[in-house]
Structure formats: C-alpha cells, structure tokens
T-cell receptor, first 109, second 117 residues
Framework: QKEVEQDPGPLSVPEGAIVSLNCTYSNSAFQYFMWYRQYSRKGPELLMYTYSSGNKEDGRFTAQVDKSSKYISLFIRDSQPSDSATYLCAMSAGFGMRFGAGTRLTVKP | GAVVSQHPSWVICKSGTSVKIECRSL??????MFWYRQFPKQSLMLMATSNEGSKATYEQGVEKDKFLINHASLTLSTLTVTSAHPEDSSFYIC?????????????FGPGTRLTVL
C-alpha cells in the first residue's frame, strides 16, 4: 500500500462546477498537509497548506483535513478554465514530504 | 517570498555529454534541497535529497555516479547528469526547504527540460 493515495483522474468538469480532489494516507504521523498545483511543463506551486485537522479557506479554494479518517480534500468553487492543471497532494511528519500521484483536472468553458 | 529558480529552463545535448542544472533559492536560505524527475503525465519522482555541506542522499535505484549533486551553499544546489543518454531525457525539478521552517514545506523551481539526442 502506498503511503499516499490519490486518484490520477483525469477529471473533467464544466466551468463553474465545484471540484473535489481527495487523497488518503496511511501514516498517522503526518501532520502537515499541502496541495500543489502544476501547470503543464511547469514546476509545482504551493496552493494550500494546512496543519493538523480542520479546514482552511483561501478565495475559491478550501482545504480539509480529517486525521481520524486519514483523508484530505481540496475543494475548488466556481471552477475556471485557468484551474486546469494537475493537483498534487503532499504531506509530511516533519522529516520528508510524500506526494500523491497527482490528479489531472480539466475545466471546460 | 520563497522563490526558487532553475537554470537552464531547457537544454538539448548530444549523447555522452554532461549537463549541469542549477537550482537557487532567491529569497531564503535552504538547508535542504531536493531533486525530482518527472516523465510526461506522471508524478514527481524523488531522486535525491541534498543538505548543504554534506553528501546527497539518493533514492533507491538512482545512480549517484551518474547524477552528481552538489549543495555548496545555502542558496545553490547543482545536478550534473554525466554521460547523458536519450533515456535521461526528462523534466528535472528541484525544490528547496527554508532552513527555519519546521513544516517541511517545499518550494519548487520551474523545472528544466532535458532532451538528449
């Protein structure tokens, strides 16, 4: 079993839809959770960072962490074509980050 | 803040030559830098972790004599692909972790596309 599981998609939604991206993990020591966005042929950029359980909101993006279920989510409201990218979840216990496989998202106008 | 640059952004070289890629943290000191490679439509594959002033730690299956990593300062790490072959063609991405950051957040460079003919 991989430490971090993420459905690679691809996921295609119409513009304006709410997008839900998810990862599960097996290591209960993880306490830092991140979401990165990677456009084609570019390096990943940090989108959201969350410590421990709870929600964090930043504009149209909301990150949720449920440590009891070992499950994290990223919600994108009012999705735009410019949100089309690969989204990588990442998590850490403070001594090395583990990445999910990345979910390719396409938002169609 | 937390900007990481890479140079060059793309390079084409002949088989058998060596290529050096630089990774710089522009506005913070990075005690640890990471090197990844990424094949098309695949996720990041960690190649090695480098700590300033010490030898890099390579992931299993990564040839340390082929992929030479030097982390000589707190803002610069280099990856040299020695005797490159077409199968080394890939997208190489570095990331850097701020020295005083306990969250383990990594900031990524824009990547270097290597094509070996």
């Amino acid at each position: 079993q991989k430490e971090v599981e993420q459905d690679p998609g691809p996921l295609s939604v119409p513009e304006g839809a709410i997008v839900s991206l998810n990862c599960t993990y097996s290591n209960s020591a993880f306490q830092y959770f991140m979401w990165y966005r990677q456009y084609s042929r570019k390096g990943p950029e940090l989108l959201m960072y969350t410590y421990s359980s709870g929600n964090k909101e930043d504009g149209r993006f909301t990150a949720q962490v449920d440590k009891s279920s070992k499950y994290i989510s990223l919600f994108i409201r009012d999705s735009q074509p410019s949100d089309s990218a690969t989204y990588l979840c990442a998590m850490s216990a403070g001594f090395g980050m583990r990445f999910g496989a990345g979910t390719r998202l396409t938002v169609k106008p | 803040g937390a900007v990481v640059s890479q140079h060059p952004s793309w390079v084409i070289c002949k088989s058998g030559t060596s290529v050096k890629i630089e990774c710089r943290s522009l506005d913070f000191q990075a005690t640890t830098m990471f090197w990844y490679r990424q094949f098309p439509k695949q996720s990041l594959m960690l190649m090695a972790t480098s700590n300033e002033g010490s030898k890099a730690t390579y992931e299993q299956g990564v040839e340390k004599d082929k992929f030479l990593i030097n982390h000589a300062s707190l803002t610069l790490s280099t990856l040299t692909v020695t005797s490159a072959h077409p199968e080394d063609s890939s997208f190489y991405i570095c990331s850097a972790r701020p020295g005083l950051d306990s969250t383990d957040t990594q900031y990524f460079g824009p990547g270097t596309r290597l094509t070996v003919l």
